[in-house]
């Protein structure tokens, strides 16, 4: 295998040049405003934080053209989100609470009796309510973490909305996100996401154009076979709020976060003194991370030449990771209504 490693070394050598080599390892700055968005290394699903904490501080944003635009939004008054979580018995409301902790004392409970008990879960803006319905209702719902994600105005237009956040719970599962917004019409959802193993970490203004975007972490990689769930590399993951008001991975358009946690897996590929599958499993995210990036053969290069015994892992799963990494990850969720 080392010789085979060697032998693609000689070969990817030649073709890139001592002046490309010392381009490339360089740290590559980002075109985006990293200093406010950061993609911390992998964790574990068991060492996430929980989803129920704020993401972050919603920050004032300044007025957009988006606002001017459409002058009536900023008539209304500001709204004021917030939950109302109601645990119903045979259909009637025995106790509420605007986070899951205060209804924990029913667990014991609905657990002995699990078909007699329902969670329904009320979204105000401060003028009105509206029923969220969420894709994994009781009696699994209780058990996870339901709660406000993140406020901030993510179109621009003035008016906050909000994402609620749903932990579904399982050893590698699974959050999904709400993403609702209010008018003089209503609360409606714009889009539902699940995000797997991932999480939503910042909402920020990546690109400084006025509109925050969201800064997720990715799990495409997640199982690829015999890599250990604990060392399963993340790519970083952001998404925009498009015209329509649906979610798209907008990743692509900012390489410089990519770039960023590359350099991180990297790190911890050529650590000789990692254990050899997290050195391993590192070199998947490398190589995962270029190809994120367009440029697999800068994956592989950096693979031989920081890593060599972490050659022939990558090559055994390289078709899987390509494939995982081409194909589009089905982030959309579908509202339970
Ligand atoms: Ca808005
Ligand atoms: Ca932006």
Excluded at 84 to 112: D, F, H, K
Excluded at 300 to 327: H, N, P, S
Aim: charged letters at 20%; a negative charge.
């Amino acid at each position: 295998m080392r010789l085979r490693a060697l032998l693609l070394l000689v070969i990817l050598l030649p073709a890139r040049g001592t002046g490309q080599l010392a381009s490339t390892t360089a740290p590559v700055p980002s075109p985006t405003a990293l200093g406010k968005a950061t993609v911390p290394p992998a964790t574990p699903p068991s060492l996430r934080p929980t989803p129920t904490v704020p993401i972050s501080t919603p920050t004032p944003l300044p007025p957009s053209p988006m606002a001017a635009a459409t002058p009536t939004a900023t008539a209304l008054p500001a709204p004021h989100w917030s939950l109302v979580l109601q645990l119903l018995r045979n259909g009637e409301v025995i106790a509420e609470g605007a986070t899951m902790q205060e209804l924990a004392v029913y667990q014991a409970e609905i657990e002995r009796e699990p078909n007699r008990y329902g969670l329904r879960v009320l979204v105000s803006d401060g003028r009105q309510t509206a029923e969220l319905f969420l894709n994994d209702p009781l009696p699994f719902a209780l058990l996870h973490s339901i709660g406000i994600a993140c406020i901030a105005d993510l179109d621009g237009d003035g008016q906050s909305e909000v994402i609620v956040s749903d932990f579904t719970g399982g050893a590698h599962c699974c959050t999904h996100y709400h993403i609702l917004a209010s008018d003089a019409s209503g609360i409606r959802l714009l889009d539902a996401l699940d995000l797997g193993s991932g999480g939503l970490k910042q909402v920020d203004d990546l690109d400084g154009d006025g509109v925050p975007e969201l800064l997720a972490s990715d799990d495409r990689l997640a199982l690829v076979d015999d890599l250990a769930m604990a060392d399963t590399p993340f790519l970083p993951l952001v998404l925009c709020l498009a015209e329509d008001n649906t979610v798209r991975d907008c990743t692509t358009q900012f390489p410089g976060l990519i770039k960023q946690s590359a350099a991180r897996y990297e790190e911890m590929m050529a650590n000789p003194e990692n254990d050899e599958l997290i050195r391993r499993a590192a070199a998947v995210g490398v190589d995962a991370h270029e190809a994120r990036l367009g440029r697999p053969q800068e994956g592989l290069y950096r693979i031989v030449t920081r890593c060599l015994d972490c050659v022939g892992f990558v090559e055994q799963y390289r078709a899987e990771i390509d494939e995982r990494v081409r194909a589009a990850r089905p982030y959309h969720l579908e509202p339970r209504q």
